[in-house]
């Protein structure tokens, strides 16, 4: 576990920061666009964090259901899928190798590229005990929501 670092306010070092100054009047920070490095920093973020739980589904430490708000039902259902055939093969096999198969994943690297205005498509390069393995993701902004319309675990 890492400790966290407290963010410090503009008024503790004397100087103004982008974060401190404020907004013009009549302006809500809801209803302002994104720029579009808050928007592929939000992506990249989304990405890792959907990835990173997708290898724990398959690993078995992680239920399904919590990715239902960000994976599209066909996603959903197609990693539900290949989780209880690990699942399955895991009770029919005694591997060693396979035992350890996606257990302490971790997202090495992720890029991402915009294909088309609100949508992304990204890969990731995930670690475990076995093996490396590439993961593909396709994002589409939804209502103000990203969702994960693809999902391809190789």
């Known amino acids: ?9 503009a008024a503790v070092n004397g100087t103004r920061t982008a974060a401190s100054r404020q907004l013009p009047s009549g302006t809500d920070a809801a209803l302002r666009p994104l720029r579009a490095a808050d928007e ?35 996603c959903l259902a197609a990693l539900q899928h ?3 055939l690990i699942r399955r093969e895991l ?3 005694a591997s060693p190798s396979l ?11 992720v890029r991402i590229c915009e294909v088309a205005p609100g949508i992304y498509e990204a890969s990731a390069v995930v670690v ?26 190789g």
């Open 99 to 109: 035992a350890r198969l996606h257990k302490n994943s971790v997202v090495r690297s």
């Open 82 to 84: 290949r989780a209880s």
């Open 40 to 74: 592929t920093a939000e992506v990249l973020a989304i990405t890792r964090n959907t990835v990173q739980a997708a290898m724990e589904v398959l690993a078995g430490i992680r239920p399904v259901h919590q990715l239902a708000r960000r994976l599209d039902p066909r």
């Open 91 to 93: 009770a029919r096999s």
């Open 128 to 153: 475990d005990d076995v093996r490396a393995r590439a993961v593909a993701v396709r994002l589409e902004r939804s209502k103000q929501v990203w969702r994960v319309t693809e999902l391809a675990v």
């Open 1 to 9: 576990m890492s400790a966290v670092t407290p963010i410090r306010s």
